[in-house]
């Protein structure tokens, strides 16, 4: 089994238009452990990772997943549609 923690918090940053260093203060930690986040170098304890969800407001399961997230445009793709 993968040790791999896939996770979506660039995405979610994006969206919301946060910096590292603003999801890094409110969370409490270095503004480098989210760049280590993103990039799957550092896997969140439990605790972290239900920190990164609330401050989302998202359920773990959206931000965090043992298995890769499809890319924004495979679903369109996979039901006929175009981008």
């Known amino acids: ?7 979506r918090i ?17 969370l409490n930690v270095h503004y480098q452990t989210v ?4 990039r799957g ?3 969140p ?5 239900l920190r990164i969800a609330a401050y989302f407001d998202v359920p773990v399961e959206v931000v965090f997943s043992l298995e890769p997230f499809p890319r924004l445009g495979d679903a369109a793709s996979a039901d006929g549609r175009t981008a």
């Open 1 to 7: 089994m993968s040790e791999t923690v896939h996770n």
């Open 10 to 26: 660039a995405m979610l940053r994006a969206e919301r238009g946060v910096s590292r260093r603003q999801l890094a203060d409110a």
């Open 35 to 38: 760049g280590y986040l993103e």
């Open 41 to 43: 170098e550092f896997r």
């Open 45 to 49: 304890s439990l605790h972290l990772a």
